[in-house]
């Protein structure tokens, strides 16, 4: 699908979609649990279709009303086998490996090939040495054996998502665990989202050192009775509209949310001074909107950014080429991106999203500047489908095609 913008000025009221971090946590647990539970403001987002198909392949019943979902969980009941359809989405991959190690006796994992390009190289270090066995057939990703109980060493700086699929397994386990996150360690806020979303279903995780996590083996899940909070990764591509001209008024949000990616209100007014220095080594998933804004503002340097790699696309070579068609050459190293000053001009060529849906909104925060066109604008189910109706609402003069 082809979306083809004129130069727009946008205001008006939002409500932030429902944070996806926390839905995907809180389906985990309701699966897990040994009763009926319900979580409200639900997004039915690729990603958050991957997660619900995924717990009923586990056997939780999931019944839709509303905006609501009815979870009728499993507790700790075993499954001879189960498949694993995780779409494109994965985090769903990353969480549910260890589920379905601790509960079944074999399982597949079905996925994009981007998906599963992208790997789980850290499961199959620390749970190959434990028993467990992965191998693919024809794309896709076969898991056997028992998940034990013990102590797991997991480097921090590659995704938090492999932690957070620990604790969901973990407390299912006879016995005692223990999760050693080896420095440095990035996007710890998921961690804490995992962290909170488990105290909601009367798990509790210790912490007796930074990093250092106790799991009680033997645990129960409880259900859960709740609505998933508003979500500031999408938010913040209305934020960067907003420093360039917009005026969204979004509602929904908690200021004092454990989510790391609010930090992105006073990321963009750092970047409304020149010569800014920014590391998202925390915030990973702002790269796209960030060097988006700096390029329309003072430009800027950026740190941590080696993990935008191994997302949905490589987001720092793909904004960097995208950009290029604004005017604007970016530089990337390693582990840095660097914006240079001077602004954006309207692109001549169309844009591409490159199947992935952050850079998709990132680029329409500068079109909404300049105008132009961008294919493969579909990406934005994944997490955010009703994107370009709500800008539409809101003003952003958009033409939709199929493409």
Same mark, same amino acid.
């Given at each position: ?48 279709? #991957? ?9 939780? !019943? ?18 001879? @086998? ?43 270090? #620390? ?54 996150? $080896? ?40 259900? $859960?009775?709740?609505? #998933? !909070? ?23 949000? @908690? ?11 006073? @990321? ?54 995208? $950009? ?30 490159? @199947? ?5 909104? #990132? ?41």
């Amino acid at each position: 699908m082809i979306a083809k913008i004129k130069k727009s000025n946008l205001k008006g009221c939002l409500k932030a979609v429902p944070s996806k971090s926390f839905l995907h946590r809180m389906l985990i647990c309701a699966a897990l649990s040994e009763g009926r539970s319900r979580i409200g403001n639900v997004i039915k987002s690729e990603d958050i279709l #991957a997660s619900i198909d995924c717990i009923r392949s586990l056997g939780a !019943e999931v019944i839709e009303e509303g905006d609501s979902l009815m979870i009728r969980g499993i507790g700790r009941k075993m499954t001879e @086998n189960a498949a694993f359809p995780c779409r494109e989405s994965g985090s769903t991959l990353r969480f549910f490996i260890p589920v379905a190690a601790a509960l079944c006796e074999k399982a597949t994992f079905t996925g994009s090939e981007r998906l599963m390009e992208r790997g789980i190289g850290i499961y199959e270090d #620390a749970l190959g040495s434990k028993g467990i066995k992965f191998s693919k057939e024809k794309g896709d990703l076969n898991v056997e054996g028992k998940l034990i109980s013990g102590i797991y060493e997991i480097p921090g700086n590659i995704s938090s998502q492999y932690i957070t699929g620990l604790l969901f397994a973990l407390p299912l386990l006879g016995g005692d665990s223990e999760i050693r996150v $080896l420095p440095p360690v990035e996007s710890r806020p998921y961690i804490d989202i995992t962290i909170s979303v488990l105290k909601l279903a009367g798990i509790e995780v210790e912490e007796p050192e930074r990093n250092r996590f106790l799991i009680k083996g033997n645990s129960s899940f409880r259900p $859960l009775d709740t609505d #998933a !909070e508003g979500d500031w990764s999408n938010a913040a591509f209305l934020y960067a509209m907003n420093g360039l001209g917009a005026e969204i008024e979004v509602s929904g949000l @908690n200021g004092s949310s454990v989510q790391g990616d609010r930090i992105c209100v006073e @990321n963009f007014k750092k970047l409304d001074k020149p010569h800014e220095t920014i590391d998202i080594g925390g915030c990973i998933d702002l790269g796209p909107v960030l060097f988006a804004y700096a390029s329309a503002k003072n430009g800027g340097h950026f740190t941590g950014t080696e993990r935008l790699k191994i997302k949905e696309s490589d987001r720092a070579a793909v904004m960097a080429e995208e $950009l290029l068609k604004f005017g604007v050459k970016a530089e990337i190293k390693e582990n840095e991106v660097i914006i240079p000053e001077g602004g954006v001009k309207a692109p001549t060529k169309r844009l591409d999203s490159h @199947n992935d849906h952050r850079i998709v909104m #990132a680029l329409t925060v500068l079109l909404m500047l300049t105008g132009g066109e961008i294919g493969g604008i579909e990406a934005v189910r994944k997490s955010y489908p009703g994107f370009f109706e709500d800008l539409r609402r809101i003003g952003l003069d958009v033409e939709i095609n199929e493409g």
